[in-house]
C-alpha cells in the first residue's frame, strides 16, 4: 500500500477543481452539480462547499446520484441502492457529475443513463478525483480531474475520506 495523495494535497485540489467548475460557469446560473453515490459524494459535498463560500446562498443546486440499477453488471449479485437525492430538473440544465476515481468508465455510463430519468440536459460535464486513464473501456473522459495516474490493472486505487475511513487520503494497492 502507497500513498499517493494526502489530505491537505486533497484539500487544495479541491479548492482548484472547484475554481474551475466557477471558471465555465460563473455564478452557477444553469448549472446543476450532481455527487455520484456512494463514494462520490464525498467529493462532491466538498466542491459544494467550496462553491458555495464563491456564490450567493441558494444559487446552487445539488444533487446525489445512485447508479445501482442502471449499472451493466448488477445481474451478477445483489445490488443494495443508495439514496438518490435529485429534487430539481436537470432539463436544458448544465450538469457537472462527480465521482472519485474513473476508471473503465462504466460506472459514468450508467450515470448518464440515470440521468436522463432528471430531463435533457444542455451538456454534462465530469469532474474526478482521481483519473486512471489507461484503464477506459469506454470512450469517457474527465472535463476536471484532480489527479491522473497511471496504475497497473492489477492495482486498486482507494479513495479515503475521514468522514467514513480513518483517514483522509488516497492509496494504491496491490
Request: glycine letters at 6%.
Amino acid at each position: 500500500m502507497k500513498t499517493i495523495f494526502t489530505e491537505p494535497q486533497i484539500n487544495l485540489t479541491i479548492q482548484r477543481l472547484a475554481h474551475q467548475v466557477l471558471e465555465n460557469h460563473p455564478g452557477l446560473e444553469d448549472t446543476v452539480i450532481i455527487g455520484m453515490q456512494p463514494r462520490g459524494i464525498y467529493l462532491s459535498d466538498k466542491i459544494v462547499g467550496e462553491l458555495s463560500r464563491q456564490i450567493l446562498p441558494g444559487k446552487l443546486n445539488y444533487g446525489k446520484l445512485d447508479i445501482t440499477f442502471y449499472r451493466d453488471d448488477v445481474r451478477k449479485q445483489l445490488h443494495v441502492p443508495n439514496k438518490t437525492d435529485i429534487n430539481f430538473s436537470i432539463e436544458n440544465k448544465q450538469v457537472v457529475l462527480i465521482d472519485d476515481v474513473l476508471y473503465t468508465g462504466r460506472t459514468i455510463r450508467a450515470a448518464l443513463d440515470a440521468l436522463l430519468d432528471f430531463g435533457r440536459p444542455a451538456k454534462v460535464e465530469l469532474c474526478v478525483l482521481i483519473d486512471r486513464r489507461f484503464s477506459r473501456q469506454l470512450p469517457i473522459q474527465p472535463d476536471y480531474a484532480g489527479k491522473v495516474i497511471d496504475a497497473l490493472i492489477t492495482q486498486k486505487v482507494i479513495v479515503q475520506w475521514k468522514e467514513k475511513d480513518p483517514l483522509t487520503q488516497v492509496i494504491i494497492t496491490e
